[in-house]
C-alpha cells in the first residue's frame, strides 16, 4: 500500500502564491492596453529593461506575429496577453 504525506501548510503556501499570481495577471490584464507600443513600454509590464525586449525580440525569445508586430523599422506594437502569458511562464521574470 502506498500511502502519501500531505503538508497542509505548504499546500496552502503554494496555491496562495498562485492566486497571487493570477491577481496580478488580471490588474495588468485591467491596466494596459490590449496592444503596447515600444519595448520599454512592454519591459515595464513584466519587469525587464526595453533594452532586455529589445534583444530578446532580436534573438528569437519573442516571435513577430505573435508577441509583437513590428508596424515599420521603428514602430513594435506589443501583444500583452502573449507578453502576460510568457511571463507568468518564464521563471526568470519572477
Do not use: C
Not at 40 to 55: D, P, W, Y
Amino acid at each position: 500500500m502506498l500511502t502519501i504525506e500531505v503538508d497542509a501548510k505548504t499546500i496552502a503556501k503554494q496555491v496562495a502564491v498562485e492566486v497571487v499570481k493570477m491577481m496580478q495577471l488580471e490588474i495588468k490584464r485591467q491596466i494596459y492596453p490590449f496592444q503596447i507600443k515600444g519595448d520599454a513600454n512592454a519591459g515595464s509590464m513584466i519587469g525587464v529593461t526595453g533594452e532586455a525586449m529589445k534583444q530578446r525580440r532580436h534573438n528569437g525569445f519573442y516571435r513577430d506575429g505573435y508577441h509583437f508586430d513590428k508596424k515599420s523599422d521603428k514602430i513594435i506594437m506589443w501583444n500583452r496577453d502573449a507578453l502576460l502569458e510568457e511571463s507568468l511562464n518564464d521563471k526568470s521574470l519572477h
